[in-house]
């Protein structure tokens, strides 16, 4: 199975609750890496470190590392790069997810903001460009889609490594388990 | 075609940011309307006016109303809500999703955060309880995956009423259109 690392660019330390749910996203999709580039955000390092212990991992967490040599170094060992953008292919149209998944390589995501430098989209940087819709919305709801449609799904039942908490699905109550206490599920 | 309408629970003035991409994100991905409930903030609506003179309509933008009133008055019509949370019913295991586009009706989606009371979890205020994975991650991931699997697509080719600018998706550039200069397209 390929494995899908997500560059967030652009972070700001006022935008902390934002990263922090585009990163929750990457985990709990099925990412096994995450990466903060050219700024370190200690609170984020935090509540990434927090929700691992309890809920499960693996997952790589990088920081402060600039964008341009995270690029690099993926495409040097030979994965390819993904930028999500409204301005780009839309995922919706055309095949631009078909040829992304037969090129069969690691996947670099990269996150940007509106702000994002046009060298983003050029191939140095991104193999593809792609939009989910043409619409000004979310990169947090772009990832989402991204990755559901790329797993088709299988993401949302993967099973984490040595969680501390696992939440039973049910229609009507908030059931948690606690690791350790599972015993107790069989009766 | 089932109307959908997106009520925000809990939204705090210092949650600025993320509300506005749950609300862009209920928008680009084909909602008719949005409730932020129970507090308002100008900010934010400020923020929506713009997208949808900017980019297109129709979109209705509700303030400062009791989440119970909207609650009660959507189901006094006959429609159906859905809770998004993470102890729900997981979307990708069992078939939740097969009964609530059977059911046929007008969808409400409540969007809470952490802190919604587990009142919200009860048959008098959701119908379904639906989870996008049992992992924490965002509000704004669990709506744009909710919303992509209920149209099944069809949302990120929504075209809207009377934009000023539109995005031509593009592999390579940034192009947008705006709204008068459409007849240099065919050229």
């Known amino acids: 199975m390929m494995k899908v690392v997500v560059l967030r660019w652009g972070h700001r330390l006022r935008d902390e609750r934002l990263t922090s749910h585009l990163l929750l996203t990457a985990r709990a999709f099925g990412c096994s890496g995450i990466v903060v580039s050219d ?12 929700i691992v ?13 600039s964008w341009r040599k995270v690029v690099t170094a993926w495409k040097k060992k030979g994965g390819i790069s993904v930028h999500l953008t409204a301005y780009g292919e839309n995922i919706q149209e055309g095949n631009v997810l078909k ?10 995501v990269l996150v ?42 299988r993401e949302l039942k993967k099973q984490f490594y040595e969680p501390k908490l696992r939440i039973l699905p049910n229609p009507r ?3 948690v388990i606690k690791f350790g206490e599972r015993d107790t599920l069989k009766s």
Chains 1, 2 share one sequence.
């Open 173 to 175: 109550k908030k059931v």
């Open 112 to 153: 940007g903001s509106q702000k994002v430098p046009s060298e983003f989209m050029q191939s140095q940087v991104s193999d593809y460009n792609v939009s989910i819709g043409n619409q000004p919305h979310s990169e947090v709801a772009a990832l989402a889609v991204f990755l559901d449609r790329l797993y088709q799904g």
């Open 39 to 50: 700024v370190n955000d200690w609170d984020i390092l935090e509540t990434m470190t927090k």
């Open 53 to 65: 212990r309890d809920w499960g991992g693996p997952l790589t967490v990088e920081m402060g590392i």
């Open 99 to 108: 040829r992304i998944i037969a090129a069969k390589k690691d996947i670099l």
